[in-house]
T-cell receptor, first 116, second 111 residues
Framework: AQTVTQSQPEMSVQEAETVTLSCTYD???????LFWYKQPPSRQMILVIR??????QNATENRFSVNFQKAAKSFSLKISDSQLGDTAMYFC?????????????FGTGTRLTVIP | KAGVTQTPRYLIKTRGQQVTLSCSPI?????VSWYQQTPGQGLQFLFE???????NKGNFPGRFSGRQFSNSRSEMNVSTLELGDSALYLC??????????FGPGTRLTVT
């Protein structure tokens, strides 16, 4: 079974500053994907960034980047130059790389508030 | 491309009733997954459909069921509603890339 742990229920950051959200996971799978999703007050779940476990290079999407430590089973999200629109719940998620197993396991989320 | 759409957006039902929720995936996406989001249990996987077949199922009672049509649109049904079924039900579609794109959700309230 897969578990995803987000140990920071709430965080805040000043506008234009950098913040890092933590995520750890536990799995016996060797091939998998990791994701960060953002859920703003509108409740629409938005894919922020994806990391394939077989890739050593950390994924980057504009102001969002990850620090993927496979041995430590750690997958943190760094948001640079924080903007007010980044205020949202952030969920870390895991998906095993198996044909016919297209389901996500989510962490409990981190509520991020960007302060003007 | 249009995003994932879900109808209705809000629904109020009474205990014991049944409900059907609908999800239209992104054009070309053949996989549709359903998730339940509650404050207590968080986000939990219900089931996934691919080419009209249930490919994967989460740990939910048989009252929760679904189906997928030839145009990839999917419905989920909950029978004999309980108060604990009150939740945000999210639908997500994906192509082969394993990236799931979510709809806006259906907020179900059971009274």
């Amino acid at each position: 079974a897969q578990t995803v742990t987000q140990s920071q229920p709430e965080m805040s950051v000043q506008e234009a500053e950098t913040v890092t959200l933590s995520c750890t996971y536990d799995t016996s799978e060797s091939n998998y994907y990791l994701f960060w999703y953002k859920q703003p007050p509108s409740r629409q779940m938005i894919l922020v960034i994806r990391q394939e476990a077989y890739k050593q290079q950390n994924a980057t999407e504009n102001r969002f980047s990850v620090n993927f430590q496979k041995a430590a089973k750690s997958f943190s999200l760094k948001i640079s130059d924080s903007q007010l629109g980044d205020t949202a719940m952030y969920f870390c998620a895991f998906m095993a790389y198996q044909t016919g197993a297209n389901n996500l396991f989510f962490g409990t989320g981190t509520r991020l508030t960007v302060i003007p | 491309k249009a995003g994932v759409t879900q109808t209705p957006r809000y629904l109020i039902k009474t205990r014991g009733q049944q409900v059907t929720l609908s999800c239209s995936p992104i054009s070309g996406h053949r996989s549709v997954s359903w998730y339940q989001q509650t404050p207590g249990q968080g986000l939990q996987f219900l089931f996934e459909y691919f080419s009209e077949t249930q490919r994967n199922k989460g740990n939910f009672p048989g009252r929760f069921s679904g189906r997928q049509f030839s145009n990839s649109r999917s419905e989920m049904n909950v029978s004999t509603l309980e108060l604990g079924d009150s939740a945000l039900y999210l639908c997500a579609s994906s192509s082969r890339s394993y990236e799931q794109y979510f709809g806006p959700g259906t907020r179900l309230t059971v009274t």
